[in-house]
């Protein structure tokens, strides 16, 4: 079996975005490189379901696209022949019914009547919870998985987990780094990233602390939107003694 053709593949880029920060946007220039998909759609989850963002989805969408803007594209050299988009597919979704809890599988299901050709991006940690997904294991076949090994244990971490799919009959391998996803064309892809190790929960934590994000952590856009919406309590007076120096 062969590696699909990647440069064909629009890659689905979703989260919380609550906060995005510099490690989304380096994971999605680092999938521009490799596999080298053709495009990257940015779907802010409008009401995730296993946990409840702190901005509202209008505010993390509204941080997506300063975080995926024009200006990151002038930044990132892969971007100029390539298209990120963010798309509010589950925002619009969740308009419709506000009750309903926003699953990665009714968006797959929309999506693929649009795009033919999609992958579905995930880090090592968010991969090992896939099996707690809505309707899995069902939801594997519906689209290519590229799985985001962060350095220090990524690789570690997502060997581990396709060995607990393979195990269940549910993959076979092609090569250490390309699995099948057993009576499906979808495979799971493994690959490296040079995105750091920053999470939204870290970003929210230190602001509240310090009333400040981590140096380094956000896009100047998105950083002044935060204190222009006061997001996290940032920009609201903090005690002396935790404040930075």
Same mark, same amino acid.
């Given at each position: 079996m062969q590696s699909p053709a990647w440069s064909e593949v629009t890659a689905i880029f979703g989260g919380r975005m609550d906060p995005p920060h510099l490690g989304h946007r380096e994971a999605v220039a680092g999938i521009l490189r490799n596999p080298g998909v053709r495009n990257v759609l940015i779907i802010p989850s409008a009401s995730p &379901? /296993?946990?409840?963002? @702190? *901005? %509202? *989805? @209008?505010?993390?969408t509204q941080m997506a696209r300063l975080a995926f803007g024009p200006s990151l594209q002038h930044r990132i050299p892969e971007a100029s022949q390539k298209l990120i988009q963010v798309n509010e597919i589950e925002l619009k979704r969740s308009q419709k019914d506000p #009750?309903? *809890? %926003?699953?990665s599988f009714d968006t797959l299901q929309e999506l693929r009547s649009q795009y033919p050709r999609l992958a579905f991006v995930l880090g090592a940690d968010q991969f090992q919870d896939l099996p707690a997904w809505h309707r899995f294991p069902e939801i594997l076949s519906l689209c290519h998985w590229i799985v985001l090994q962060r350095k220090p244990n990524g690789s570690d971490l997502a060997q581990k987990t396709l060995q607990l799919l393979s195990a269940s009959g549910l993959i076979e391998p092609v090569r250490t780094d390309l699995w099948k996803v057993r009576n499906s064309t979808a495979v799971i892809h493994s690959v490296a990233t040079d995105a750091p190790d920053l999470s939204s929960t870290q970003i929210r934590r230190e602001i509240m602390i310090h009333g400040a994000p981590p140096p380094s952590s956000l896009l100047p856009e998105v950083e002044a939107y935060l204190k222009i919406q006061q997001l996290y309590g940032i920009g609201t &007076? /903090? #005690? %002396?003694?935790?404040?930075?120096e």
């Open positions: &379901p /296993h946990k409840p963002a @702190q *901005a %509202s *989805a @209008q505010q993390r #009750d309903r *809890a %926003s699953y &007076p /903090h #005690d %002396s003694r935790t404040n930075r």
